[in-house]
């Protein structure tokens, strides 16, 4: 095994668990606040960290891995702004995250996974299918750097990017300790959210946590027949099997979930679907988020009419169910998620 597989990734680290290294290198507890900030801004050298000695710079680096991202690709929106990044991490890996404004702050979608396995028919980002988990740190430094390249501050976060984020259960579970942190860059819990494709067991232990951010359940069709042909997941959890996770989840955190629901033509945004979906979401405290289709080229799926999406929403809405219409933000450039990546590694420039 090399020395740079030995080495920890420092950004992965709290501020206790520094303590603890720092500890052992012979150094003051304090070091461990200093360091922690600097991680938090972001640098890309130890050498950055301007009020720590040459010797313990030296020494840090020996001993840690400070990851930097690198920006491969970017394209910015003409029409709204929006930010789309292709990072390079450790080991030559590509993943994407994506900038968005809006009147409220700015969001930024990070990825979890390089690459996924859920196999959800309308997402680009599974077509090469799982290479790895990201790291804590690397989640972090979608957001870091992008407040860095953007000079421009994050006020919110959506795990919605490449990957499913309960399959990479601990080290997203950590990234939001580290993000939500008093000392570091401190985006609360309730301005984060995490989409989930319906691992309903790790939802279940994802409550028990009692973290205060949303979770959002990307359901898409409100019965397994319609669902499975989309999303292979169902076929492990089933849509019952689904809402009683998400019962349980909304029983133990009071928090409400938010339903992610894709409008595709003739598959998922039927009148009937409608019914069904206002059947299954009745008494439950809920908020169901249409999203107009991203077409990616190796599906066959459509996107649904305006006039498609807006009676599917007046059906919800006549069952008391409260649904909005996602706007779509960065028209003009890739907006699917996983596509910009897929594109890159068709061109062979990265991977």
């Not at 979890?112 to 799982?130: D, E, H, N, P």
Request: one cysteine or more.
């Amino acid at each position: 095994m090399s020395e740079q597989m030995l080495k920890k990734e420092i950004k992965n680290l709290t501020i206790e668990e520094l303590k603890a290294e720092l500890k052992e290198m012979g150094e003051k507890p304090f070091r461990a606040g200093q360091i922690f900030q600097w991680l938090h801004q972001p640098v890309s050298s130890f050498d950055e960290m301007t009020n720590l000695s040459k010797d313990l710079r030296t020494r840090l680096a020996e001993r840690f891995i400070l990851t930097v991202p690198v920006c491969v690709r970017k394209q910015v929106s003409q029409v709204d702004g929006t930010r789309k990044y292709l990072w390079q991490m450790q080991g030559g890996d590509c993943v994407e995250s994506v900038l968005m404004k809006y009147e409220h702050g700015n969001t930024v979608c990070v990825s979890t996974q390089v690459g996924c396995r859920m196999g959800c028919k309308f997402c680009a980002s599974g077509l090469f299918g799982l290479k790895r988990h990201l790291s804590a740190g690397e989640i972090l430094d979608e957001v870091l750097f992008i407040q860095k390249d953007s000079g421009e501050p994050v006020s919110n976060i959506v795990l919605m990017g490449t990957g499913e984020p309960l399959d990479n259960y601990d080290n997203v579970l950590r990234f939001l300790h580290l993000v939500s942190c008093p000392e570091g860059i401190q985006i609360g819990q309730r301005h984060i959210s995490l989409s989930t494709s319906g691992l309903a067991d790790r939802i279940e232990r994802l409550a028990k946590e009692k973290l205060q951010i949303t979770l959002s359940i990307s359901l898409h069709a409100p019965d397994d027949e319609s669902r499975v042909s989309i999303m292979p997941v169902d076929k492990r959890y089933p849509v019952a099997r689904l809402m009683e996770a998400c019962n349980y989840y909304f029983d133990t955190t009071g928090r409400r979930i938010s339903y992610e629901y894709m409008m595709a033509k003739d598959k998922t945004d039927r009148i009937w679907q409608a019914e069904k979906l206002a059947a299954l979401l009745r008494g439950r405290p809920a908020h169901v988020n249409l999203i107009p289709l991203n077409p990616v080229k190796e599906s066959p799926l459509q996107p649904s009419s305006p006039q498609a999406v807006r009676r599917f929403q007046q059906a919800l809405e006549r069952h008391g169910i409260t649904a909005t219409v996602r706007r779509r933000l960065g028209p003009d450039i890739d907006a699917a998620c996983g596509q910009l990546r897929r594109r890159t590694l068709e061109e062979g420039e990265t991977e």
